[in-house]
């Protein structure tokens, strides 16, 4: 099993920018993907950015040229740089990991990544 936790949210104002954290914990070496969904009260969740093993990355259209995903497999640590937020990127962001050795970078589904986070919320204002 393994353990997600999620910090770094917080109210921002647009065109800020904001780093969230994931460590995660439990029977984990690093070899698996791992990646930041985000959903709001009554939409479905979105995904927002990938990495596999290598540090090969995956973003949706609406972040890219803006977020940033990085990963530190030693301290077991996935980060997410955002940069010029909207408000529009307003959400409970979450951190999702695969099975060991599942090196997925999708955006389009959730079921590839069996384990979750309990988010963490951004608010960005005008």
């Known amino acids: 099993q393994v353990q997600l936790v999620e910090s770094g949210g917080d109210s921002v104002r647009a065109g800020e920018s904001l780093t969230l954290s994931c460590v995660a914990s439990?029977?984990?070496?690093?070899?698996?993907?791992m990646a930041w969904y985000r959903q709001v009260a009554g939409k479905e969740r979105e995904g927002v950015a990938a990495?596999?093993?290598?540090?090969?990355?995956n973003y949706a259209e609406s972040v890219k040229g803006r977020f940033i995903i990085s990963r530190n497999n030693v301290k077991k640590t996935l980060f997410l740089v955002m940069n010029n937020l909207k408000v529009e990127d307003s959400a409970l962001y979450y951190c999702?990991?695969?099975?060991?050795?599942?090196?997925?970078?999708?955006?389009?589904?959730?079921?590839?990544?069996?384990?979750w986070g309990k988010g963490t919320k951004v608010t960005v204002y005008p």
């Open positions: 999702a990991a695969t099975p060991r050795s599942v090196w997925t970078m999708t955006l389009r589904r959730i079921d590839p990544y069996k384990y």
């Open positions: 439990g029977d984990t070496d690093g070899r698996y993907s």
């Open positions: 990495i596999n093993p290598d540090g090969n990355t």
